[in-house]
């Protein structure tokens, strides 16, 4: 027990590491596990436990995530399944003919091994994409929702995968397991019944691990079962809050499985090689990814985003890898192979998607010349109509905005907001909103200011640097109304006044004089002659 605590705290230190250099923390967790292999250190079954853990509730959270409705579109379940198919198809046969040449480590590769490999290698990472897509604040982008919609059609396909391998038949017991439909129900009210606190978090656990164990009984596999459960109650309401209660403590058994693939395996130069192959790979995987979105008919703009925030292997590529090692069909050797080619993708991709934005305006030229003249919907020209304000930024802040335009001012306003869900659900709500994300340079050119009818824009987006960004290309556009931000923190203010934003609110500085103001517009504190307050309310 003593040495998994001391191997946790080795790999704590080396994920703070990769944290600061803008890595995901599991690079650093990698690498914590080779360095100890290196310094002698065994597989633990403390270590083992977590990794297993881990997986099982990284499963369940999948399918607490799982919305049918967000995998029809075309652009998702049509760009994960072709692109799947492509890459084994392209890679399996190159992996074959350069074990043919001699390349250390596919020499000898058959023809079944190639294709797990390949089917490996096709993965992207979800933890990469939602780390990347949350610190640009554009989770509810439209490229966002797209990349997550494929990311979450891999994992499904890894599962499939997972269940296969086990090479179990379920028993007649299993038959028992459609009784689960019957006791959806009783989920849902316990889920209601659990609260907000710790027993939210014991529900999750129960529901998670102890449905996986159900299913292991009756020789099913138990990761199949925990996606199931997930999907279960993935349409309650309460149904994200629980991924997000479960979410620190499933990274934090993940940290042993990462540190097991370290412990079980030891890098080689040999391995170096068939690492660079891999690693000069990528731009084609990432080549298939922006084609196939093209294809379907979204913007360039929206393929190359989305083709940059999938390129890169994946932490569940390494899972089927382990899978499939356990079961013979591929050297442990090839572990520690995919383990040092993720986080150098990871390394590589990290640069690429901090500055994708700038990527495209300089080769946006270009890169429109490819697009289809058909668009879907989502990604048509956007005309505001008759409205004279726009709100970017749809959120409690936004919304309020609008409503105290509306009632306050007389005026048309009109909503702008990523994410799509939102969207609906505000038209849904009588108010006035398009979909569109401020910080795509082209929803500027999309979006028709030239009329001279809207003369006010408040930008109310969580972040000052999607702020600034939209002050600057409005400016660009040749708005010349009048604009208005929020900020957080002085250093804030300072940059959207010089992005040319004339009015700044900073939410801190200024909540506690709206406090005060909504109380006293309340009548529960009447101000009386200077000497005190007059505490009795007013009548």
Not at 16 to 25: D, E, I, N, S, Y
Not at 277 to 292: I, M, R, S, V, Y
Not at 442 to 468: C, Q, T
Request: proline share 4%; charged share 15%.
């Amino acid at each position: 027990m003593f040495d998994a605590i001391t191997w946790i705290a080795v790999a704590f230190a080396a994920g703070v590491v990769a944290k600061h250099t803008g890595l995901p923390p599991l690079v650093g967790y990698l690498v914590a596990g080779f360095v100890l292999n290196a310094l002698g250190a065994q597989e633990d079954p403390v270590i083992d436990t977590l990794s297993e853990l881990g997986v099982t509730l990284l499963l369940f959270t999948i399918g607490l995530k799982l919305k049918l409705k967000s995998l029809a579109a075309p652009q998702v379940w049509g760009v994960a399944s072709l692109h799947m198919v492509a890459v084994v198809a392209v890679f399996a046969p190159l992996l074959l003919a350069l074990g043919h040449l001699g390349l250390p480590y596919l020499a000898g590769v058959d023809y079944g091994p190639a294709l797990v490999l390949a089917f490996a290698l096709s993965f992207s990472s979800t933890v990469f994409a939602v780390k990347v897509l949350e610190e640009k604040g554009e989770m509810g982008s439209l490229y966002g929702t797209i990349a997550i919609g494929i990311l979450i059609m891999q994992d499904l396909a890894a599962v499939v995968f997972l269940v296969f391998s086990a090479g179990k038949v379920p028993s007649l017991w299993a038959l028992l397991l459609l009784g689960l439909l019957l006791a959806r129900p009783l989920v849902h009210w316990l889920l209601e019944r659990a609260g907000h606190g710790e027993l939210l978090l014991l529900f999750g656990l129960t529901l998670g691990l102890g449905g996986a164990e159900v299913f292991e009984l009756v020789d099913v596999k138990g990761d199949l079962g925990a996606l199931l459960l997930g999907v279960m109650v993935a349409s309650h309401p309460k149904s994200g809050e629980l991924a997000d209660v479960l979410l620190g403590l499933k990274d934090l058994f993940l940290v042993g499985f990462f540190l097991s693939i370290g412990l079980a395996v030891t890098p080689s130069l040999e391995m170096v090689p068939v690492v660079i192959l891999l690693l000069l790979l990528l731009p084609l995987k990432g080549f298939l990814f922006e084609q196939l979105m093209l294809a379907l008919r979204l913007r360039a703009r929206t393929a190359l985003l989305g083709a940059l925030a999938l390129f890169n292997y994946s932490e569940f590529g390494l899972i089927v890898a382990a899978i499939a090692a356990k079961n013979g069909w591929l050297s442990p050797d090839w572990l520690a192979i995919i383990a040092i080619t993720l986080a150098l993708s990871f390394v590589l991709a990290s640069p690429l998607n901090s500055q994708s934005h700038v990527i495209y305006e300089l080769f946006s030229g270009r890169l429109r010349r490819q697009e289809r003249k058909r668009r879907i919907t989502a990604e048509l020209e956007i005309d505001p109509g008759d409205a004279n304000a726009m709100i970017v930024g749809m959120g409690r802040i936004g919304g309020g905005a609008y409503d105290f335009l509306v009632r306050e001012r007389g005026l048309r306003p009109v909503g702008v907001d990523a994410d799509p869900d939102g969207v609906a659900r505000q038209k849904a709500g009588g108010r006035n909103v398009v979909q569109g994300s401020a910080t795509d340079a082209d929803f500027w050119h999309r979006l028709h200011l030239d009329d001279g009818h809207i003369k006010l824009v408040l930008l109310a987006m969580p972040k000052a640097s999607e702020n600034v960004f939209a002050a600057e290309h409005l400016l660009k556009e040749g708005f010349a109304g009048t604009i208005g931000a929020i900020a957080k923190f002085p250093d804030d203010e300072a940059a959207l006044r010089a992005a040319g934003v004339h009015q700044v609110f900073n939410l801190y500085a200024e909540a506690g004089a709206g406090l005060a103001q909504h109380v006293c517009s309340e009548a529960m504190l009447a101000p009386t002659a200077p000497g005190g307050i007059d505490t009795q309310p007013q009548r």
